[in-house]
C-alpha cells in the first residue's frame, strides 16, 4: 500500500483537484484506493459521493478525525491524503511518518510562492525529509505555459531544494469535471490528452518509490 499526500498551507492553490485526479488515475487503473478527506470543506469527499456509481468509485475518509486510519479497509491499495489549507508540517506529523511522498501545489504568483517557501521551509525539518525518506514534489499548477510569468515562475521553483515534477496549464475542465465526480482519466478523446500528458511527469515520479 502506498500513501501520497496532497498539502500546502497556502488554501486554493487546487490541492483537491490535484488529490481526486490522482485518485481517479488510481482507481481506473484498477487499485483499490482510498481519499482521505482532511479538509473541513469536505470537497473531496463530496467529489467522491459524485462517483459513487462508477466502477471506479473511491471509497472516501474524514481525515479530520484522528481514528481515520482505523476505518481504511485491509486490502486498499493506494491512499491520497488531501490535506486541510493552513498546515504546515507541525500540523501533518502522523501522516508524515506513513507517507511515501508529498505533492505540493504551487501557483504562479508572489503570493503563492511566498507562502509555499515557508511550508516548504517547515517540511525540510521534518526528520524524514531531512534523512531522504520521504520524497516532496513541487507541481506547477494553474499555469499559463506561454506567459511570462507562468515562465518566471516555473524559474523560481527550480531553483528550490525540492524537485519540479509536473507543470498543469490552467483549465476550466477541471472545474467541470470536479462537479460531476469525474477526472480527466475518464475520458480518451483526443481534447483531453494534452491535459492528461501534463500529469504523466507527476505519475512517473510518484510510481518510483
Not at 482521505?36 to 481525515?63: F, I, N, Y
Not at 521534518?126 to 499555469?143: I, S, T, Y
Request: proline letters at 5%.
Amino acid at each position: 500500500m502506498k500513501t501520497w499526500l496532497v498539502a500546502c498551507s497556502k488554501g486554493g492553490v487546487g490541492k483537491t483537484t490535484i488529490a481526486t485526479q490522482l485518485v481517479a488515475n488510481a482507481a481506473l487503473s484498477g487499485l483499490r484506493t482510498v481519499l482521505v478527506d482532511a479538509d473541513p470543506q469536505g470537497s473531496a469527499t463530496r467529489w467522491c459521493e459524485r462517483r459513487a456509481g462508477m466502477a471506479s468509485a473511491v471509497l472516501p475518509l474524514d481525515g479530520t478525525r484522528k481514528a481515520w486510519r482505523k476505518r481504511v479497509p485491509e486490502d486498499t491499495q493506494r491512499i491520497i491524503l488531501d490535506a486541510p489549507a493552513g498546515s504546515m508540517a507541525d500540523n501533518l506529523g502522523e501522516v508524515l511518518e506513513i507517507a511515501d511522498a508529498v505533492v505540493v501545489p504551487v501557483q504562479p504568483s508572489a503570493l503563492d510562492i511566498e507562502a509555499s517557501v515557508r511550508f516548504l521551509e517547515s517540511l525540510g525539518r521534518h526528520p524524514r525529509v531531512r534523512k531522504g525518506k520521504l520524497r516532496v514534489g513541487l507541481v506547477g499548477n494553474r499555469l499559463k505555459p506561454n506567459t511570462n510569468a507562468s515562465q518566471q515562475a516555473m524559474d523560481v521553483l527550480r531553483a528550490w531544494p525540492f524537485p519540479l515534477v509536473a507543470q498543469l496549464r490552467d483549465s476550466q475542465a477541471y472545474v467541470v469535471l470536479t462537479g460531476l465526480g469525474k477526472s480527466l482519466f475518464d475520458y480518451h478523446s483526443a481534447q483531453v490528452r494534452d491535459h492528461q500528458a501534463d500529469w504523466q511527469p507527476l505519475l512517473k515520479w510518484l510510481q518510483k518509490d
